[in-house]
T-cell receptor, first 113, second 117 residues
Framework: AQSVTQLDSHVSVSEGTPVLLRCNYS??????LFWYVQHPNKGLQLLLK??????LVKGINGFEAEFKKSETSFHLTKPSAHMSDAAEYFC???????????FGPGTRLSVLP | NAGVTQTPKFQVLKTGQSMTLQCAQD?????MYWYRQDPGMGLRLIYY???????DKGEVPNGYNVSRLNKREFSLRLESAAPSQTSVYFC????????????????FGEGSRLTVL
């Protein structure tokens, strides 16, 4: 069975400081991993994805994530937060060639001026 | 490209009423999904359709029915709405990852906000 843990329900950072959103997963198969962002009253947008190529994945808007198999982690980072990054972020795991996408509970990111 | 389109965007129902949420995708994807989103619980899968003509239950199917009308359209029906079905509903589509360029990520609609009084 697959599961996703997002260790922080809420993260607050100051504008211009680094962002770290943590995600740990469990999967019986070789996983695909995704980060999605959801701005208020909007749908979910793909930030980045890992599908067994490079372990350091670069996404949109300056975000990146590193797949660490030994730690079963896929943490999301950004060097410098912007006010527009304030949103809900979801870590998602899926096993290769599968239909089942499992969502973490989400982390709400607040960016303070 | 419109991507995934859901209607309606907002709906208020009384307990016991029925309604259908419509979803259409123009990306020629085989797989389509219905999720519900509730605070602090992420997204939970209601039903999915791996391909035209097939549907399967997800994590929280009770109180819902679905129809995969054709490859483009996948509808979600509430036969007798209950207050516990107050939620935001998202339709999504994807293509299975293959050895080619497909990566299998989900593409989402904008959501349908349903309130059951």
């Amino acid at each position: 069975a697959q599961s996703v843990t997002q260790l922080d329900s809420h993260v607050s950072v100051s504008e211009g400081t680094p962002v770290l959103l943590r995600c740990n997963y469990s999967s019986s198969y070789s996983p695909s991993l995704f980060w999605y962002v959801q701005h208020p009253n909007k749908g979910l947008q793909l930030l980045l994805k890992y599908t067994s190529a490079a372990t350091l994945v670069k996404g949109i808007n300056g975000f990146e994530a590193e797949f660490k198999k030994s730690e079963t982690s896929f943490h999301l980072t950004k060097p410098s937060a912007h006010m527009s990054d304030a949103a809900e972020y979801f870590c998602v795991v899926s096993h290769n060639y599968g239909q089942n996408f499992v969502f973490g509970p989400g982390t709400r990111l607040s960016v303070l001026p | 490209n419109a991507g995934v389109t859901q209607t309606p965007k907002f709906q208020v129902l009384k307990t016991g009423q029925s309604m259908t949420l419509q979803c259409a995708q123009d990306m020629n994807h085989n797989s389509m999904y219905w999720y519900r989103q509730d605070p602090g619980m992420g997204l939970r899968l209601i039903y999915y359709s791996a391909s035209e003509g097939t549907t399967d239950k997800g994590e929280v199917p009770n109180g819902y029915n679905v129809s995969r009308l054709n490859k483009r359209e996948f509808s979600l029906r509430l036969e007798s709405a209950a207050p516990s079905q107050t939620s935001v509903y998202f339709c999504a589509s994807s293509e299975l990852r293959t050895s080619g360029s497909n990566t299998g990520e989900l593409f989402f609609g904008e959501g349908s906000r349903l309130t059951v009084l």
